[in-house]
């Protein structure tokens, strides 16, 4: 599936390009630029610097010279104009949302979103920001819930858990429509397989401790926007908030990024080929991946993903607290945890016995679903053991 005519220079991103040896003595990897702050050889020059930070090394927390360069390869491969890595996926979600409201606003949510990005919303309620969450993708629907007040629509797509798609070309027209800002978290199809910039989306996050830094090593987040909107950002929630991203992460997520083209694929096909076998099982009801062939006929997955990366959800048919902990129980290769995108396997259910009601009428989300992680062990290897795990 190539969607992208530019999709090699993807790969050319992701490896060498930006990462200039010259400076370095012909070192093939940066150095690590651990130093708090850099001097200057004048009064005017520190003031110089220090009156645009974004654009000069001054303090560690605006700008450092190894983030620079992952900063620089990630605005690319999102085809945006300014990234900022931030200290965890959380903190550019932070920045994101605060830069876009202020008290009295609301904010619409597509469908599901991420757990603690909800979360956030709910404390963001303490400076009167509200919001609500439209459990659909259909823009009667979504148009129908925008109100006087709503400054920002937010977007995982596909959707988090349920894994519908969103059209992101027509929601950006109908955010604009009302001068609404438009955000997305683009972790799960990074940017290699979606670039919601290109479909008129302003201001795109990710958490890097995902595919991006790719070896469950670091916790780290992105940033990409306008140079205008970032801008802003940069000299409010990022040097103020102070949640910016240090440089050994930054070395991690480089070299995480030098092989995010081929972990992807793998990815790609160990988890179209578990969701083939997870479609076919009589114990269960559905599988939520995009990647499925029959999902993949969808025009607007056709239109928007170039590929499809390794998470992935389903339902039991026996959608009860009893049979989910028994299949996560008995798997042996897949490890329980929380977070994704690295190369083991995980497995993990927001059924935890005692919410089942909330889950079904606030989240919209059925208590038989379990959530996989595939990693980059053999795909006969997961199939099998989830096999056994399913069978009786
Ligand atoms: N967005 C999504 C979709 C996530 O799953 C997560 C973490 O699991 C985050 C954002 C937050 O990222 P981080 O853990 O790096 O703060």
């Known amino acids: 599936m190539k969607r ?89 979600i932070t920045a994101a949302l605060f830069s876009s409201v202020q008290a009295g606003d609301h904010v619409l949510c597509i469908s599901n979103l991420y757990k603690s990005t909800m979360d956030l919303l709910s404390y963001m309620e303490k400076f009167n920001v509200s919001y609500s969450t439209i459990y659909s993708t259909n823009m009667d629907d979504i148009r129908k819930e925008i109100l006087p007040n709503t400054r920002l629509i937010f977007i995982e797509n596909p959707t988090n858990m349920n894994h519908e798609i969103v059209d992101l070309e027509k929601i950006s027209h109908l955010a604009k429509e009302f001068n609404i800002r438009t955000v997305i978290d683009n972790t799960w199809a990074t940017p290699l397989f979606q670039k919601p910039l290109l479909f008129g989306i302003d201001i795109v996050v990710h958490s890097a401790s995902k595919y991006l830094g790719g070896h469950g090593d670091i916790v780290g987040g992105a940033l990409i926007t306008s140079k205008q909107m970032m801008k ?26 030098q092989t ?43 239109k928007q993903l170039t590929g499809f990366s390794g998470l992935l959800t389903f339902e039991l048919k026996d959608a009860t607290f009893e049979k989910v902990k028994e299949v996560i129980n008995k798997v042996k290769v897949f490890k329980i945890g929380v977070s994704w995108g690295s190369f083991e396997s995980l497995i993990m259910s927001l059924n935890f016995g005692n919410n089942e009601k909330q889950l079904i009428e606030k989240e919209h989300i059925s208590p038989g679903l379990i959530r996989l992680s595939i990693g980059m062990e053999p795909a006969e290897k997961l199939i099998s053991d989830l096999e056994q795990a399913l069978n009786k």
Request: glycine share 6%; aromatic share 10%; hydrophobic share 35%.
């Open 4 to 92: 992208y005519d530019d999709i090699t220079n993807d790969q050319e991103i992701c490896m060498h390009y930006n990462t200039d040896t010259n400076p370095y003595y012909g070192a093939i990897i940066p150095p690590i630029f651990e130093n708090a702050l850099f001097t200057y050889p004048s009064h005017e020059k520190f003031m110089e610097a220090e009156n645009n930070q974004e654009n000069h090394y001054v303090y560690w927390r605006g700008t450092n010279p190894t983030v620079s360069i992952v900063e620089k390869k990630l605005a690319d491969l999102e085809r945006g104009e300014e990234c900022k890595c931030f200290a965890s996926g959380m903190a550019a």
């Open 232 to 257: 802003k950002i940069f000299e409010k929630e990022y040097l103020l908030f102070g949640g910016s991203m240090g440089p050994h992460e930054a070395a991690l997520l480089l070299r995480g990024l």
């Open 260 to 302: 995010l083209p081929l972990r992807m694929k793998i990815h790609q096909e160990n988890t179209i080929a578990v969701a083939k076998f997870l479609d076919s099982h009589k114990a269960v009801k559905k599988v939520n991946y995009p990647g499925l062939p029959h999902s993949q006929d969808n025009p607007l997955v056709q």
